[in-house]
């Protein structure tokens, strides 16, 4: 019986390593495919070698296994950031550059793969790396557990969800946008179809275009400007994280955590984050879009939204 002991083991880590799950990365990544100007595709399909209709899906979780590989773990600490607040709901603010250690956090990251992918002194390999390196970042960053310290971003408070033994940080991961979509089990044990993040991103681009969502698509911009350099990127990077840091407070941990340690959040708890979940992976797709653009064509691609 002694697989019985390691297999639990083996998917513990992975689920301390996860990030968004499958869903939410491939999802947002398919929004941003949606506002991409032709340039921009042409571009990235070409270093990404794949012209599929999923072709940033695909890759949208690849940091994640990465970072798992032997020799890699040097990349892990660029999916987050450490806000050390007051234990939130009491105040969420970030300090930069104190929150980021000198090893990295993702704001550095962003800034690091930005100035990266359009080095042209680097291999093509390393560009395409930093470009998916970009894809993944830009979606940890609006996960709001991805920029809080407290209770290591709630991987240490432990929940039940749905009647499934989690985390708080894996719930937000991946039970709660799985149960939104239905996908059963509410873990990341769940397989995901291509069918299943596009039809998602399908419909949040509906609701970007004709819906509640199409005023705040300015808002979610005004740090996207030229030049993409390191310091442009890491100065946006740190207002989208600080963002993010917000909604711990406004909602994630507003219950304070030790209070959610040990609590099924399931229910009512659910029913709230369902909105938080939908605007951070819409927030997420529609400010890669522009990022790529910026990088790839020199403008967002958004001028004439209104
Ligand atoms: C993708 O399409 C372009 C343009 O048609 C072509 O040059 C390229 O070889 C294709 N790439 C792959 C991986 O099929
Ligand atoms: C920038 O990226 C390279 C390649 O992944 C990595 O070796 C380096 O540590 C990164 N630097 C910073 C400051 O994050
Ligand atoms: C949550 O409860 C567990 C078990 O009682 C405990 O080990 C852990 O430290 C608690 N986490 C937090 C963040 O308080
Ligand atoms: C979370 O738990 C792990 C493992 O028990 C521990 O190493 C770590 O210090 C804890 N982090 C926080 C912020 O409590
Ligand atoms: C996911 O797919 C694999 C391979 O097809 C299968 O073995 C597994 O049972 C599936 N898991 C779930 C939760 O459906
Ligand atoms: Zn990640």
Same mark, same amino acid.
């Given at each position: 019986?002694?697989?019985?002991?390691?297999?639990?083991?083996?998917?513990?880590?992975?689920?301390?390593?996860?990030?968004?799950?499958?869903?939410?990365?491939?999802?947002?990544?398919?929004?941003?495919?949606? =506002?991409?100007? #032709?340039?921009?595709?042409?571009?990235?399909?070409?270093?990404?070698?794949?012209?599929?209709?999923?072709?940033?899906?695909?890759?949208?979780? %690849?940091?994640?296994?990465?970072?798992?590989?032997?020799?890699?773990?040097?990349?892990?600490?660029?999916?987050?950031?450490?806000?050390?607040?007051? #234990? #939130?709901? /009491?105040?969420?603010? $970030?300090? $930069? #550059?104190?929150?980021?250690?000198? /090893?990295?956090?993702?704001?550095?990251?962003?800034?690091?793969?930005?100035?990266?992918?359009?080095?042209?002194? *680097?291999?093509?390999?390393?560009?395409?790396?930093?470009?998916?390196?970009?894809?993944?970042?830009?979606?940890?960053?609006?996960? +709001? *557990?991805?920029?809080?310290?407290?209770?290591?971003?709630?991987?240490?408070?432990?929940?039940?969800?749905?009647?499934?033994?989690?985390?708080?940080? !894996?719930?937000?991961?991946?039970?709660? +946008?799985?149960?939104?979509?239905?996908?059963?089990?509410?873990? =990341?044990?769940?397989?995901?179809?291509?069918?299943?993040?596009?039809? %998602? !991103?399908?419909?949040?681009? !509906?609701?970007?275009?004709?819906?509640?969502?199409?005023?705040?698509?300015?808002?979610?911009?005004?740090?996207?400007? $030229?030049?993409?350099?390191?310091?442009? !990127?890491?100065?946006?990077?740190?207002?989208?994280?600080?963002?993010?840091? /917000?909604?711990?407070?406004?909602?994630?941990?507003?219950?304070?955590?030790?209070?959610?340690?040990?609590? /099924?959040?399931?229910?009512?708890? =659910?029913?709230?984050?369902?909105?938080?979940?939908?605007?951070?992976?819409?927030?997420?797709?529609?400010? *890669?879009?522009?990022?790529?653009? $910026?990088?790839?064509?020199?403008?967002?691609?958004?001028?004439?939204?209104?």
């Amino acid at each position: 019986m002694k697989t019985s002991v390691v297999i639990p083991v083996v998917l513990a880590q992975a689920a301390t390593v996860s990030a968004w799950g499958k869903l939410g990365h491939a999802t947002i990544a398919s929004v941003a495919q949606q =506002y991409l100007t #032709p340039n921009t595709v042409d571009q990235v399909q070409a270093m990404l070698g794949d012209n599929s209709t999923t072709y940033m899906g695909n890759i949208a979780s %690849w940091a994640d296994t990465f970072r798992s590989e032997s020799g890699n773990g040097w990349s892990s600490g660029f999916h987050y950031v450490n806000g050390h607040d007051a #234990p #939130p709901p /009491e105040s969420c603010h $970030l300090i $930069l #550059p104190e929150d980021c250690p000198p /090893e990295g956090c993702i704001v550095s990251a962003i800034g690091n793969y930005t100035e990266r992918v359009q080095n042209k002194k *680097l291999s093509a390999e390393q560009r395409t790396q930093a470009l998916k390196f970009i894809i993944h970042f830009l979606g940890d960053i609006t996960q +709001p *557990l991805h920029t809080e310290a407290f209770g290591g971003g709630g991987n240490n408070v432990t929940v039940t969800f749905q009647g499934y033994k989690t985390n708080l940080h !894996a719930a937000w991961d991946t039970s709660i +946008p799985n149960a939104m979509l239905g996908i059963s089990p509410p873990t =990341y044990a769940a397989n995901i179809t291509d069918a299943d993040f596009l039809g %998602w !991103a399908n419909n949040l681009a !509906a609701k970007i275009n004709l819906g509640s969502y199409h005023k705040d698509v300015r808002k979610w911009l005004r740090y996207h400007a $030229l030049p993409t350099n390191r310091k442009g !990127a890491e100065r946006a990077a740190a207002a989208w994280a600080q963002d993010s840091n /917000e909604e711990v407070c406004d909602y994630v941990m507003k219950v304070p955590g030790n209070q959610l340690n040990g609590t /099924e959040i399931g229910g009512d708890y =659910y029913q709230g984050a369902k909105e938080v979940v939908e605007r951070s992976i819409i927030k997420g797709g529609v400010r *890669l879009a522009g990022w790529l653009n $910026l990088i790839f064509d020199k403008h967002t691609g958004f001028e004439s939204w209104h």
